[in-house]
């Protein structure tokens, strides 16, 4: 469904377009910025339904799931939540929102089929005996859900984490050994085909440590350092071949990680994001959002946005970017 024509007055600043290509870099594409939505405090996680067209938002700070109609622009009403929502995920078929909680043994999981969504808190045995709550959660295609789970009687430092698989038929539960050190704080990105998960330890650094987890084989590649800060952004292309982590390029194939770095200025520390097809790279810093191709880093397009951008989402099967800043969100469309 594409984005519709909206008329709505966006700031001049906004509209400030720039064809500022690389030298030597083919002719920049036309990229421009559709349209805005305000949004509420900083976003911790996201997950998207391309179904519904709906774009799942974790308030951390608000105790609350925005949900945000990407056809219309609108928000729908929030699910009220009585913990603090951490990372999120959404079934295979949109209907249930799995919410990662503060809550000590305890995954929630949403149904938001239909008009008023009911709520479960799923008690996961494992987590409750090792006294560990889960903050990320990402459903893949082999009916499981992967969880990194933290110990809140730690600061940090290995020890203080753990994953576990759900599977989400029987309820079986499996707290995943041999993983090197596992810290408190785990960052999960799924591919859009749910065929695999980037597990980013992201107080692992110097370097932030990673590794592909490949729900058909039911296993993790061994740890690949990525970049020397801690957290960097993290996103997967549509078919699980390739993953960004900052500036920090990996391709999977044959159950190994290799990497290369984009050498581009100001990116490492700026938020990053990878197109659906995996060819393709955007990047912000200092005002700027570029598309970046991978095989030879060239620059398609330039665009200048407003205020400080702190995540980036490409959405699957359609050219739309969403940018996120405090206090809006920018749609761009090239």
């Not at 006294?131 to 290995?158: F, N, Q, W």
Request: charged share 20%; proline share 7%.
């Amino acid at each position: 469904m594409p984005l519709p024509q909206l008329t709505r007055a966006v700031p001049a600043i906004a509209l400030a377009i720039a064809a500022c290509a690389d030298p030597g870099s083919p002719p920049a594409l036309a990229a421009r910025l559709a349209d805005s939505v305000t949004v509420s405090g900083v976003v911790r996680d996201l997950a998207y339904d391309p179904v519904r067209d709906l774009l799942y938002l974790s308030h951390q700070d608000s105790s609350r799931i925005a949900i945000l109609d990407l056809d219309r622009l609108t928000y729908d009403q929030p699910l009220v939540l009585p913990f603090k929502p951490l990372g999120i995920d959404l079934s295979a078929t949109g209907d249930s929102l799995f919410i990662a909680s503060a809550m000590l043994g305890v995954i929630a999981i949403a149904d938001v089929s239909g008009q008023a969504p009911a709520m479960e808190m799923h008690r996961l045995e494992r987590a409750d005996s090792l006294e560990m709550h889960p903050v990320s959660v990402k459903v893949l295609s082999s009916g499981h859900a992967l969880m990194a789970l933290t110990d809140p009687r730690y600061i940090s430092g290995c020890g203080a984490g753990r994953m576990l698989l759900l599977h989400l038929p029987t309820g079986a539960e499996e707290v995943r050994t041999g993983l090197d050190c596992v810290t408190e704080d785990v960052k999960l990105v799924r591919a859009a085909n749910r065929s695999r998960a980037l597990m980013l330890i992201d107080d692992s650094c110097c370097p932030t440590l990673a590794r592909v987890y490949d729900a058909a084989a039911s296993s993790f590649t061994p740890s690949k350092g990525t970049v020397d800060q801690y957290g960097p952004s993290v996103s997967a292309s549509s078919d699980g071949n390739r993953f960004l982590v900052g500036n920090v390029v990996l391709d999977y194939a044959a159950d190994t990680l290799s990497s290369d770095t984009l050498f581009i200025r100001d990116t490492m520390a700026h938020p990053t994001t990878l197109a659906p097809d995996g060819q393709t790279a955007f990047l912000s810093a200092e005002g700027q959002l570029r598309e970046v191709r991978l095989s030879d880093r060239a620059t398609l397009w330039s665009l200048a946005l407003p205020g400080g951008v702190y995540r980036l989402f490409a959405l699957p099967g359609r050219r739309a970017l969403l940018a996120f800043t405090i206090p809006r969100i920018y749609v761009i469309e090239w």
